[in-house]
Structures are given as structure tokens and as C-alpha cells.
């Protein structure tokens, strides 16, 4: 299985995440953002947006990366990290939007300006960081994981960007849970981690 | 069935019109946006991000638009709406992914500028619609639907803000094949409309 992969996008890395997790063995092919790789007609072809990751299996080609935890889950999880029977599903969900809205718009979007300068306004994303944080943090109350009583896709969506929070100059400090959880996923076994996660 | 709703949000629309698809029947309750309703405690023990759509039915409480189409898919679609199998369900959640995240921030943050007066940097948002609709237009190319041979709830997931992008200022004209999808989509058995859609 190949996956079209940046090292420094949280994005990429959660589904290198659930891949280690899994025991799927990935073959990375580095794109070469700095340079436009995503935006050129033979990367376009596996991705009409022009983004990271893409993962291929076979026939399938697979964009956004909230899809492809969908899809690893569903295919070698057998359940695990994401559950098929509807009421289940339907609590694990929810959070694989937030990764893709709130978590995007928020330390993701402060990252992007800060880490690599992309035009955004950085303290409207950094407002948005700190509300998203205050609900997790308030969910994460006296739970271990987001939903059900063991990691799944939804701390799987949601760790990277806000593990890597700091560096769109959002602090962690205020939101213990939240700190907690971090330490819980980096506890697990078979866990790997990219530059800028502790 | 209990959906907390608000007629003029098109997330909120999305699941009036899958479940109106399916034949299950919705309990409305309007929340009162105007005077901050889903901002008090009542509001947020349903739901913790403060937003709707929130849907109840007994025991389960499910926040998220998209969760929720995912949700009614697979409780009440038979795999029709949503398939089962990993990798068709592979083809359809990206656009799920893109409706929460590139159509948020493209014609739906348009629309909450311009129709409700949000502080949002609407041409920036408007040059994000015209990208996303830029890319759903090719990719309907030779399609009638977005994944697969038939509606899906990649469908109805990104059908609301692309055919409310008028409503922010983002003129549709120059996407022949989103306006045949949308028409392709209101010629559906059961659909229901909603204000702003034509």
C-alpha cells in the first residue's frame, strides 16, 4: 500500500498513525510541496484538490485523510478503531468532522501561518484553537479516550493537531485533559510519532 | 426522532433532506440561533460545540451534520445511501470530509458573511468557493453523481452550500455540470427544498 506523504503534515501522519497502529505496512512516496509536486497534472490525477495524503491500494485511490482512517479501520480494524454497528459509529464520527473543521480552522490553520507562512489570520485561527481545546479538554473529563472506552479513529483525527498546537504558538498549559490524553496516545504500543510531537 | 434545527442552515438541511430520502420521519425542534439559544447550558449538554443540527433519538444524542448522514445511512439506508464494504465506502467519505471542511470554508462561509453578517473575510472565502466548485464541476464530467452509479451521501453532503453559493455572492454560471447535478438531485424522488434553493 502506498501512501503520498508529507513528514511535516499532521494529516499525513495520522494515518501513518493508525497504520502503525494496525500493523499495515506503508511505502512512503514523499511530495514535494516546497516545489508544487501536489499541483501537477500526474498528482492532480490521484488527487483533483492537489493535496497530501493519497493512499493507493491496488485500484483504489484514496484521498483526505480523514477518509483513509475511514478506510483502514474499516478494511484491517476489524472494529476496533472503528466500530460498524451505527449507534457506535455514530459516536466516533462526529469527531472525525472536527478534525477536518474545527481542528482544521484552528491549531492546524495557526501552524500553517506560523510554521510555514501561509497567509491566514493567524489570531482568528488561534481563537478558534483555544474554543476547540476548551471543548476537548472538556469532553476528555474524566474520560481516557474522546468516545467509548478505548482509542479509536476520533483520538486518532484529532491528536495531531492538537499535539502539535504549540507550534501555531497555542499553548497546551491550561488544558490538563487535554495534556493527559496526549500521553496516553504516545503510550501506546506501536506508537510513532513525527517532528514537533514531545 | 428529535432533530434541533434551524430552516435557514444548510447543515441543518442536509439531514431534513437525506431523511426525508429515506421516509423517516423528523420531531423539528427550532432552535433559537437569533437569541444565542444553542449557547446556553440546555443547549450544550446536547451538544458541547454549541451548533446545530443535533439529533436524538432515545438514548443517542449526535451532534454533526455529517455524523448524522453517516448515521441515518447506516441505520436506515441498507448500504444504499452509504456502503458497507471498505472501499466503496472509501469513494464516498472524502466528499463528506470536503463538504465539512473546502465547502465550509469556501460558499458556506460566503453565505454566513453575506446573509447573516459574520465577520469573515468573504472574498477569500468566495476565492475558495470558486475553487472547490471549480473541482466538483470536473469532477462531474461524464457523471451524473459525485461517487458510483447512484445519490450517495456524498451527494447530499455537499449538495446544500454548492447550490446555496448564490446566496454568498459565488455565481454558479460557469459550472454547467454542478447546475445538472443539483438539477439531477431536485428531480429526486421525495426531495424536499428549503428557502434560498431554487
Chains 1, 2 share one sequence.
Request: hydrophobic share 45%; proline share 7%.
Amino acid at each position: 500500500m502506498k501512501l503520498y506523504d508529507l513528514e511535516l503534515s499532521g494529516n499525513c501522519y495520522k494515518v501513518r498513525l493508525l497504520a502503525a497502529f494496525l500493523g499495515v505496512p506503508l511505502e512512503l512516496i514523499a511530495v514535494d510541496l516546497m516545489n508544487g509536486e501536489q499541483k501537477r497534472p500526474e498528482f492532480l490525477k490521484l488527487n483533483l484538490l492537489g493535496q497530501v495524503p493519497v493512499l493507493v491500494e491496488g485500484d483504489l485511490v484514496l484521498r483526505d485523510s480523514q477518509a483513509i482512517l475511514v478506510y483502514l479501520a474499516r478494511r484491517y480494524g476489524g472494529g476496533d478503531w472503528l466500530p460498524s454497528e451505527a449507534a457506535d459509529m455514530a459516536r466516533i464520527t462526529p469527531w472525525v468532522s472536527t478534525a477536518a473543521n474545527e481542528i482544521a480552522r484552528g491549531p492546524a490553520d495557526a501552524r500553517l501561518h506560523d510554521k510555514f507562512g501561509y497567509p491566514i489570520d493567524v489570531e482568528q485561527a488561534r481563537a478558534k484553537a483555544h474554543h476547540i481545546l476548551e471543548i476537548i479538554d472538556q469532553q476528555l473529563s474524566g474520560r481516557a479516550w474522546l468516545e467509548l472506552s478505548r482509542p479509536t479513529i476520533a483520538d486518532i483525527a484529532c491528536f495531531p493537531y492538537v499535539a502539535l498546537a504549540p507550534e501555531g504558538g497555542v499553548s497546551l498549559a491550561t488544558y490538563p485533559n487535554v495534556k493527559a490524553w496526549i500521553g496516553r496516545i504516545q503510550a501506546l504500543p506501536r506508537f510513532v510519532t513525527m517532528p514537533g510531537i514531545g
